[in-house]
């Protein structure tokens, strides 16, 4: 089966930085694109950052210019590289990956479970 597994987050002062990983595990074929989102309590899921293949990627404007998301292929892993955080960034981050099992197979989103990471004033 196919599984996302999400690095710990962790609690940080404003203005600091903190990087997650998302590692993809499985029998796997490709994965078109790769993404974060995140939840804070209370709130709808937002899309954070979004990397494909080819290396195009798309930024929230609440992260632009402070989070930079990455892939590394070889290892269906990805990125998130974020600094300058702010009390507002606290929210459960989610890693989300469309992947292709075979080449013959559909693409089907998989979810991880989710990990925590909260900024403090």
């Known amino acids: 089966q196919v599984q996302l597994a999400e690095s710990r987050g962790g609690l940080v002062q404003a203005g600091g930085s903190l990087r997650l990983s998302c590692a993809a595990s499985?029998?796997?074929?490709?994965?078109?694109?790769m993404a974060w989102y995140r939840q804070a309590p209370g709130k709808q899921r937002d899309l954070v950052a979004k990397?494909?293949?080819?290396?195009?990627?798309n930024y929230a404007d609440f992260v632009k210019g402070r989070f930079t998301i990455s892939r590394d292929g070889a290892k269906n892993t990805m990125y998130l590289q974020m600094n300058s955080l702010k009390p507002e960034d606290t929210a459960v981050y989610f890693c989300?990956?469309?992947?292709?099992?075979?080449?013959?197979?559909?693409?089907?989103?998989?979810w991880g479970r989710g990990t925590q990471v909260t900024v403090s004033s």
């Open positions: 989300h990956a469309r992947i292709k099992q075979t080449s013959l197979s559909p693409e089907i989103d998989y």
């Open positions: 499985g029998s796997i074929f490709s994965t078109p694109v």
């Open positions: 990397v494909w293949i080819g290396g195009m990627t």
